[in-house]
């Protein structure tokens, strides 16, 4: 496990086959993280990957705006997401943003 981010009490750690977020992702460190995120992203060699943000712990649009953003970084890339996984608080959000069936259907 390797870790790309830690800032804010908020932390992106990166394994073989996911990138996983955890802490209390708001506004103030999404650019930051989101980046971090990219540049693990665009490295060689990732042909399926989970996106794990079971460990963000309050529902926050910063958090949803950067899923968004790695997942347009997996497509331009070609990195299949084998799976999305959010916590109970960020689950609630995306359905009220009717995003869920995005999340529960990934591209592969």
């Known amino acids: 496990m ?14 073989e086959a996911a990138l996983e977020v955890s802490g209390n ?3 103030g460190v ?12 665009e490295r060689p060699e990732k042909p ?4 794990d943000f079971r460990g963000v712990e309050k529902a926050s649009s910063a958090a949803i705006s950067v899923l968004l953003q790695w997942l347009r970084a997996c497509r331009a890339c ?8 959010l916590s109970e608080p960020l ?3 995306a359905s009220l943003a009717e ?3 995005l999340f529960a259907q990934p591209n592969k």
Not at 2 to 15: E, P, Y
Not at 30 to 41: F, K, S
């Open 48 to 51: 399926a990957l989970t996106l």
């Open 2 to 15: 390797t870790t790309l981010f830690s800032r804010q009490d908020v932390s992106l750690t990166a394994q």
């Open 99 to 101: 995003l869920d069936a």
């Open 78 to 85: 070609r990195i299949t997401i084998e799976q999305i996984r």
């Open 91 to 93: 689950q609630r959000l």
């Open 25 to 27: 992702l708001g506004a």
């Open 30 to 41: 999404a650019a930051a993280l989101a980046e971090a995120g990219q540049r693990w992203l």
